[in-house]
């Protein structure tokens, strides 16, 4: 139906536009970017062990 395709065109641009990223949405970003750093710390620091050890 293109009426529905029209009306969750428009949807997506209201949000799009009213929507900006506000300091909530900032802080779970920030909050993935931390888990994130904190696994590839994890994984670094791992890879480190296991060299040394096989040294």
């Known amino acids: 139906r293109p ?3 029209a009306a ?3 949807e997506e641009g209201v949000t799009a536009t009213e ?8 802080e779970a970003v920030a ?3 931390a888990e ?3 696994a590839v710390e994890c ?3 791992g890879a ?4 040394e050890s096989d040294n």
Not at 48 to 51: A, F, G, H
């Open 31 to 33: 909050e993935v970017l």
């Open 19 to 26: 929507r900006p990223p506000d300091e909530s949405e900032r």
């Open 3 to 5: 009426g529905a395709d």
């Open 36 to 38: 994130l750093l904190g």
């Open 48 to 51: 480190e062990q296991q060299n």
């Open 8 to 10: 969750g065109q428009d």
């Open 43 to 45: 994984t670094l620091s």
